[in-house]
Nanobody
Framework: VQLQASGGGLAQAGGSLRLSCAAS????????MGWFRQAPGKGRDFVGMISRSGDSPYYADSVKGRFTISRDNVKNTMTLQMTNLSPEDTAVYYCAARRVIVTDVRTFLYTSDYEYWGQGTQVTVSS
């Protein structure tokens, strides 16, 4: 599956941005999906993930209550709605996918858990 992240840009502190991850090549339905981010000079950090069914998204503590992940298995997309942004959210944001069986409800928190990656989209938050 090929993933394409989009929607990044410049926002002011306290503002909002909406990122999208679109898939091509095959349906996203059997995949758990995740968002990661990488700030300059740092590693790629977990932001959140959503199961193949879309139930119970899971978030990193740093974004909990501010970011919301959703997916549309018909449109083959995943969305990251980011609100109350801070300069600390500045990073390149990546979407990722991992094929799972329907009974696998684990949370996948690490880059090594995912098989497919989008190219990343830059988010810059000014103070």
């Amino acid at each position: 599956v090929q993933l394409q992240a989009s929607g990044g840009g410049l926002a002011q502190a306290g503002g909002s941005l909406r990122l999208s991850c679109a898939a091509s090549g095959r349906t996203l339905r059997p995949y758990a999906m995740g968002w990661f981010r990488q700030a300059p000079g740092k590693g790629r950090d977990f932001v959140g993930m959503i199961s193949r069914s879309g139930d119970s998204p899971y978030y990193a503590d740093s974004v909990k209550g501010r970011f919301t992940i959703s997916r549309d298995n018909v449109k083959n997309t995943m969305t990251l709605q980011m609100t109350n942004l801070s300069p600390e959210d500045t990073a390149v944001y990546y979407c990722a996918a991992r094929r799972v069986i329907v009974t696998d409800v684990r949370t996948f928190l690490y880059t090594s858990d995912y098989e497919y990656w989008g190219q990343g989209t830059q988010v810059t938050v000014s103070s």
